[in-house]
């Protein structure tokens, strides 16, 4: 990256070229960006005099920023540096292929080749050869005995293959999450003023002068000072740890700090520190996000230690994060990685049910390949010592060390076949397959399992703005002037005092980002950027052929003199402006219900105003606004009051008393036409038993009329439709505590919920989660766009947020971004997560079957020849095929339509259901039926010499050989078997759409082909004549065969075939166990099983967890931002903040909104457990619009107000020397908030 470049040179030689250019230094303005308050303004007062001469040092202007041309913006980038921290170096592909050599088994396989390969070159005297038993003898020429070293280095070289595919997917795939994460990055834009227009540039563009608009919602991407604000409330708790919202204006507090959140308000600021030199990325340079390379060595010493010592700990006790000192010399890394250990929120659903599947296989395989290893041994020793009575002479040692070590290699061989290490892998890939192509459809997911949650959902609360509809609002109906037109009125029909004012009002009262540009293509529709109800208004007033622009130059919103923003709890916005003759003029617009309850006169035809009493009122809402809500149009009132000079000023920050007195203007009507491919969307939604919500701030009567175009509510149906206050008083008792009883009684009907705070949203989603009404946990989706909605999205499974319209805080809470904005994108994930879904369970039908038959022959055969029939090498190759290649055969199988006419799995649902065990064990039993009858009856059939009981260094016998190829010619076939798992007759439907698996299978049998003619000694083959080859391809097509045969059977009859593969329940767990998980936040499924059977050498079978580990080391990479229950790759300034404290300002200020940081927090363990909120006792009761934190320390499911406690991604320790670099001492500069008794960080540092 360029910024490398002169970071080493930046300090020392800028002094001296640049003063001259710039009248500020790299230096000073860093300093000055580390002050804050008071101090800031006195140093800015002193050195520049004001802000305005900050800029002119800058040579920057604040209306009309930079000039933007190429020369300046370079010069300034080398001057001042560029906006971007540099990423950790990736692994290089010398990395991976070391890390997949860590893999136990193959070590032990490599151990075992090297050990025959030395062997094979000692030759004992020919006399003595005799003496060494039948076995051992033989007739072996010359040549044949040359060639002994040959099955040792074919092991060796078939090692090196599945490690280089090994290291060769694992490359692939961070490169493609990087390829991902730029993406994400260049998606990232923010509004700065260049040469006096407002553009957006990509957050990496941004330079040191730039005058950058800041808005509700945004994400500060760089340092800056305050030029001009109107109620500007900035959440620091990023930096500061302090969760209340700071107030920001140029008198008190100008600094605006990169990495903090924009929650009320708007302005501009002048950008003085960006990239490294800015506060956040000063923070990087702590963590060492770019440190050098000989630190990380000392990070992976460090690892292996810690590894030793968790190795050590783990057999003393199960959390082995409590064992480890905290006052080491690491000190806060050592406090850093016993948090890392602590166990996160339950894992994804797929991978807690295929972990425990892998470690139940792999036992199963460790012990068969234990007894094949034994029973060959004592075959041969009972054989040569007893029957042949044969001594044990010294000569003859290297030879019977030789067959042991066959026999070891054998029993290793068995193990790698049995144990799944294809199944992470195919995880991995299915789930990058799908993310890559969801980007397609508009899905752009941050959270990889967050795909896979997705086919499992079972509701989804959908805003109605911008989703379910276009997000182009215009404005259809008025009533103004006491009449009520039905299309826009022409301007000729209203007095022109009153145009006046409305067309004022427009012009002033919307915020100045929002404005209506030319269209792009001829003939196309006007360009509505920002607000899409203000673009609606402006419209409005250019329909009334009035130009607002006009105004807005001649008022410039510097002139303003107060702005009250729009948030949730207001409902309204209001402007002041300050007249020629000293009086005030306020403007206001907000939902019409609300403006009009304050408004006590109105604007009558003639241009004078009329008391308005609540009578008129009522009439109004009768006769104007419920017809407009009915025919689903949003109403918003415009009004406006005056303050004479007589009053003297008024208390501004008396908002109740300024926002009341309005004379009303006008009301209009204004309509977001549905989507049109939303009705036929949310019809798949019904179809594949998927409840959609819709949750809106619209009134009731739009809310609904929407909801029947959308085909949300179907007429004659009973389901019902609330407001936010009807809700609330349903589910609350007589305290005012929300009662999940009550919430269950109400939810299971509730179509559409209106006029609902970001508060509400949030409860119906945690009340639908939490609930035990039906038998099956509901899985939640939301979708949400605006910054209050953060709660609700991290609350929920998985939360959508808008890619348009969405803010940035809204975005880094979801998992997943439409970059659209639309709901029929959500119907294509879920078609994606059911698709990961089905693709995991096809390679599993498959990869089980392979793996039963291959470890039974491999085992009987031993145990009656001797020897196994499918040798090392074949074995390797049998593995990497339906490992390996079969993972991405079957993993990249597109979706099709049909994914959606079943219902949901839900979260029990086993991985293996009957009909697929019916397909393993049947075509397990054919495959077995023929391998058997070649074995023991093959040289008959084909008339050629038994290869049974051949001795040592035996050539390769045709009988064997077609034994190995009709074995893997029917996995060929029976990989198409595999296409489908639910008990289809047509497996070849759509086969030839999937490109991957028609290659993989075709390249396979050539790969076998050329094996088995040209291969010769390394895979023990001998080459076939045709009429075999046709034999072995009939016996493997007759698997497609039996297949239909196997199909025609009804699994219903089958009541003896168990399901496999289902997550812990919680009757499965015993009590004194559940009271050790109840206080982590997860159970680890694989974790448990270990700590069962402490099997610690079997952590070893690190395939899967390097597999895993990649998984994890996605999951850590593609996250867009800091999460609180995600830590992400942080390399750039807008990945690094944790989430802001999200709150809620409803009636009563500051009572932070818990945020609850584990979405999943009533996985089945807890589901049980009463909702805290209702069972504890709180301290000082507040309004019932928010929350408390409660005091129980166990309290599963609510964090009180602490800075959040990054959690590592990756679930064994060991595997962290990727990302420890980049999760140390997050909250360095949080350290002074101590953590609140009861927050589970408490109850964590008292057990220490």
Not at 355 to 370: C, E, N, P, R, Y
Not at 960 to 979: D, K, P
Request: charged share 25%.
């Amino acid at each position: 990256m360029a910024n490398n470049s002169y970071s080493g040179v930046k300090n020392s030689m800028m002094e001296a070229n640049h003063d001259g250019e710039f009248g500020c230094t790299l230096k000073e303005l860093r300093s000055l960006m580390e002050l804050r308050g008071a101090e800031a303004l006195n140093k800015i007062g002193e050195t520049y005099g004001d802000v305005q001469g900050l800029c002119n040092r800058l040579k920057t202007s604040p209306v009309d920023g930079l000039s933007g041309q190429p020369v300046d913006i370079e010069k300034r980038k080398t001057v001042f540096g560029q906006n971007l921290i540099p990423p950790k170096k990736p692994k290089t592909f010398l990395q991976l292929v070391w890390e997949a050599l860590q893999d136990v088994t193959l070590i032990i396989l490599e151990v075992a080749a090297i050990v025959s390969l030395g062997l094979s070159f000692y030759r004992p005297p020919d006399a003595e050869r005799e003496h060494c038993g039948k076995a051992a003898g033989g007739v072996e020429d010359e040549t044949e005995s040359e060639a002994g070293w040959i099955e040792g280095a074919a092991i060796l070289l078939s090692v090196i293959c599945v490690v280089l595919v090994t290291a060769f997917n694992d490359w692939s795939k961070e490169k493609q999450f990087r390829g991902l994460q730029s993406r994400i990055e260049q998606e990232q834009k923010f509004t700065v003023v260049r040469g006096g227009q407002v553009i957006q540039i990509p957050v990496a563009e941004i330079v040191v002068g730039d005058i950058a608009q800041v808005k509700y919602g945004d994400l500060l991407p760089a340092d800056g000072v305050l030029i001009q604000g109107n109620d500007l409330k900035i959440d620091e708790s990023s930096l500061t740890g302090e969760s209340d919202h700071v107030k920001k204006t140029q008198e008190k507090d100008p600094m605006l700090l990169s990495g903090t959140h924009v929650m009320e308000g708007s302005g501009k600021m002048v950008v003085t520190a960006v990239g490294e030199n800015s506060q956040t990325g000063i923070i990087f340079a702590l963590l060492g996000s770019a440190e050098d390379d000989d630190e990380d060595e000392d990070e992976k010493k460090k690892e292996k230690e810690e590894k030793k010592k968790q190795r050590k700990t783990k057999a003393q006790d199960g959390a082995a994060m409590e064992m480890q000192p905290l006052n080491s010399d690491e000190g806060a890394d050592a406090e850093e990685k016993k948090k890392a250990n602590l166990p996160k929120k339950e894992k994804s659903v797929l991978q807690g049910k295929l972990t425990k599947l892998a470690v139940q296989i792999g036992k199963a395989g460790l012990v068969m390949s234990a007894i094949t290893v034994i029973i060959l041994v004592v075959l041969f020793v009972v054989d040569t010592f007893w029957i042949q009575e044969l001594p044990w002479v010294k000569d003859c040692t290297p030879i019977y060390i030789q067959f042991f070590v066959k026999f070891f290699i054998i029993g290793v061989t068995v193990l790698v076949v049995a144990v799944p290490e294809g199944l992470p892998l195919a995880v991995t890939i299915s789930l990058a397959y799908s993310v890559k192509k969801m980007m397609k459809d508009n899905n752009l997911v941050r959270h990889l399992d967050a795909c896979e949650t997705m086919g499992n959902a079972t509701a989804i609360c959908s805003d109605k703005t911008g989703t379910l509809t276009m997000n182009r609002m215009t404005v259809v109906q008025a009533f103004i002037a006491e009449k009520h037109y039905k299309k826009v009125p022409e301007p000729e029909n209203i007095p022109a005092s009153i145009l006046d004012i409305l067309i004022l009002g427009i012009a002033v009262n919307c915020a100045y980002t929002t404005k209506i540009m030319s269209p792009e293509k001829e003939g196309g529709l006007p360009r509505q950027v920002g607000n899409k109800t203000e673009c609606a208004l402006l419209g409005f007033s250019n329909d009334l052929k009035r130009d607002y622009q006009a105004i807005r130059t001649e008022i410039p919103e510097e002139k303003l003199y107060k702005v009250y923003t729009f948030n949730s709890v207001r409902k309204s916005m209001s402007t002041v402006l300050k007249m020629a003759d000293g009086s005030y003029r306020m403007f206001s617009k907000g939902a019409s219900e609300i403006l009009l309850k304050k408004c006590y006169k109105i604007l009558t035809a003639n241009g004078e105003s009329k008391v308005f009493r609540p009578r008129d009122r009522d009439d109004m809402v009768k006769k104007v606004i419920e017809p407009m809500a009915s025919e689903g149009l949003r109403t918003i009132c415009l009004a406006y009051r005056d303050f004479p000079t007589s009053e003297g000023e008024p208390d501004w920050d008396n908002e109740t008393d300024i926002l009341s007195g309005l004379t009303c203007v006008c009301v209009v009507g204004i309509e977001d036409p549905v989507r049109p491919e939303v009705p036929d969307a949310i019809k798949k939604c019904q179809r594949a038993g998927i409840t959609v919500r819709m949750v809106t701030g619209d009134n009731i009567n739009t809310a609904r009329a929407i909801a029947s175009k959308c085909g949300i509510l179907q007429p004659g149906d009973d389901f019902i439709c609330l407001e936010g206050k009807e809700f609330n008083r349903r589910i609350r008792n007589e305290k005012g505590e929300i009662e999940q009883e009550r919430i269950d009684k109400i939810w299971p009907k509730l179509r559409v919920l209106a006029r609902s705070s970001p508060t509400d949203k949030h409860t119906l989603v945690k009340g639908i989660i939490d609930s035990t009404v039906l038998e099956q946990r509901q899985v939640v989706a939301v979708t949400g766009d605006g910054t209050n909605d953060g709660p609700a999205l991290k609350k929920a499974d998985v939360g959508f947020a808008m890619g348009i319209a969405g803010t940035d805080v809204a975005k880094e809470a979801s998992d997943i971004i439409l970059t659209d904005d639309n709901f029929s994108s959500i119907v294509k994930a879920v078609m994606w997560g059911r698709n990961v879904y089905d693709s995991i369970s096809k390679f599993l039908q498959f990869q089980l079957t392979v793996n039963v038959v291959a470890v039974i022959v491999a085992f009987t055969g031993a145990c009656i020849t001797q020897d196994s029939p499918l040798k090392a090498v074949q074995m390797l190759w049998v593995n990497l095929i339906m490992d390996t290649f079969a993972s991405l055969a079957l993993a990249t199988e597109p979706p099709t339509e049909s994914l959606l006419l079943r219902k949901p799995y839900g979260r029990n649902k086993p991985l293996i259901s009957r009909t697929m065990m019916k397909n393993i064990l049947g075509q397990g039993v054919y495959q077995l039926i023929i391998i058997f009858t070649l074995l023991f009856a093959g040289e008959r059939i084909f008339d050629i010499d038994s290869g049974r009981n051949a001795p040592l260094h035996a050539p390769a016998s045709e009988h064997y050989t077609i034994v190995f190829n009709t074995f893997v010619l029917m996995q060929l076939f029976n990989e198409i078997n595999a296409r489908k798992i639910h008990g289809e007759r047509n497996v070849f439907e759509g086969i030839f759409n999937n490109l991957i698996f028609c290659s993989i299978v075709f390249g396979t049998f050539i790969i076998q082909f050329v094996i088995v003619q040209f291969g010769g000694k390394p895979f023990s083959c001998v080459a076939l004549t045709i009429d075999q080859w046709l034999w072995c391809t009939f016996l493997g097509f007759g698997s497609l065969l039996w297949g239909q045969v196997i199909s025609s059977i009804p699994t219903s009859r089958l009541k003896f075939l168990k399901t496999a593969g289902h997550g812990t329940q919680k009757e499965e767990i015993p009590d004194e166990e559940l009271e050790e998980l109840d206080d982590m936040d997860e159970i680890d499924h694989a974790e448990r099983e270990l700590r069962r059977g402490q099997i610690l050498w079997f952590r070893g079978l690190n395939r899967i967890q390097t597999q895993i580990r990649v998984v994890n080391a996605f999951r850590s990479s593609i996250s867009l931002y800091e999460g609180l229950e995600k830590p992400e790759s942080r390399s750039s300034i807008h990945n690094f903040m944790t989430h802001p404290e999200f709150r809620i300002e409803d009636s009563e200020p500051h009572i932070p909104l818990i945020d609850d940081t584990d979405a999943e927090d009533d996985a089945p363990t807890k589901r049980n457990s009463a909702s805290p909120r209702n069972s504890t006792p709180t301290p000082p009761s507040p309004t019932p619009g928010a929350t408390e934190p409660p005091t129980d320390p166990d309290a599963p499911d609510v964090t009180p107000a602490v800075p959040p406690v990054p959690v590592s991604p990756s679930p064994n320790q060991n595997n962290n020397a990727v990302e420890s670099s980049n999760h140390l001492l997050p909250e360095a500069p949080k350290s002074g908030t101590p953590s609140a008794p009861g927050s589970p960080l408490h109850s964590l540092e008292t057990s220490l």
